[in-house]
T-cell receptor, first 114, second 113 residues
Framework: DSGVTQTPKHLITATGQRVTLRCSPRSGDLSVYWYQQSLDQGLQFLIHYYNGEERAKGNILERFSAQQFPDLHSELNLSSLELGDSALYFC?????????????FGPGTRLTVL | AQSVTQLDSQVPVFEEAPVELRCNYS??????LFWYVQYPNQGLQLLLK??????LVKGINGFEAEFNKSQTSFHLRKPSVHISDTAEYFCAVKRDSSYKLIFGSGTRLLVRP
């Protein structure tokens, strides 16, 4: 158990819908990262938040957005869902976000878009 | 741009045999290197990491990896594998100035009895 929690574990929805994925970092960690794992693209970095502020963006679609709240939990919002958005979405956390920080991953949320 | 190459998509091996999973990276600057393992239907678990210092890094479950700067490689090894080592293994790199991990495509280790 990494100490990072993600809910829900599974999510099945239809095209065009909007969903919210939630992540709670390890106690004391200030950084939260979101990654997408799909069969065709592998593991891709989406976005990084540090203590409530966005620090870096990766290959995140405009239909996707995220935020980190004052209690440090984070939410990833996916809207206008398409079949291709079906994937495993991971959240990771680390202490400060520096180069030597180790990222600890949650169990993931499996999103299926029908 | 940085990239990570895991040449083998699948490595079948018999139980108690040694194994090496290969990882090469491309970067013109200093990097930090990681190996993660993903068991079926689970998240990613850190096996080991290289930040600096000794090029031979020991991790959990008897795994070790060697950082080779001249060959830009970070191969993962285990002298004797168990059935329970069956999983997907991901090599990842992070630049000092970047907070994101860049992952390889993964290697599926299949341990047979």
């Amino acid at each position: 158990d990494s100490g990072v929690t993600q809910t829900p574990k599974h999510l099945i929805t239809a095209t065009g819908q909007r969903v919210t994925l939630r992540c709670s970092p390890r106690s004391g960690d200030l950084s939260v990262y979101w990654y997408q794992q799909s069969l065709d693209q592998g593991l891709q970095f989406l976005i990084h938040y540090y203590n409530g502020e966005e620090r870096a963006k990766g290959n995140i679609l405009e239909r996707f957005s995220a935020q980190q709240f004052p209690d440090l939990h984070s939410e990833l919002n996916l809207s206008s869902l398409e079949l291709g958005d079906s994937a495993l979405y991971f959240c990771a956390s680390s202490g400060g976000g520096g180069g030597t920080d180790t990222q600890y991953f949650g169990p993931g949320t499996r999103l299926t878009v029908l | 741009a940085q990239s990570v190459t895991q040449l083998d998509s699948q490595v079948p091996v018999f139980e108690e045999a040694p194994v090496e999973l290969r990882c090469n990276y491309s970067s013109s600057v200093s990097v930090y290197l990681f190996w993660y393992v993903q068991y079926p239907n689970q998240g990613l678990q850190l096996l080991l990491k290289y930040l600096s210092g000794s090029t031979l890094v020991k991790g959990i479950n008897g795994f070790e990896a060697e950082f080779n700067k001249s060959q830009t490689s970070f191969h993962l090894r285990k002298p004797s594998v168990h059935i329970s080592d069956t999983a997907e293994y991901f090599c990842a790199v992070k630049r000092d100035s970047s907070y994101k991990l860049i992952f390889g495509s993964g290697t599926r280790l299949l341990v047979r009895p």
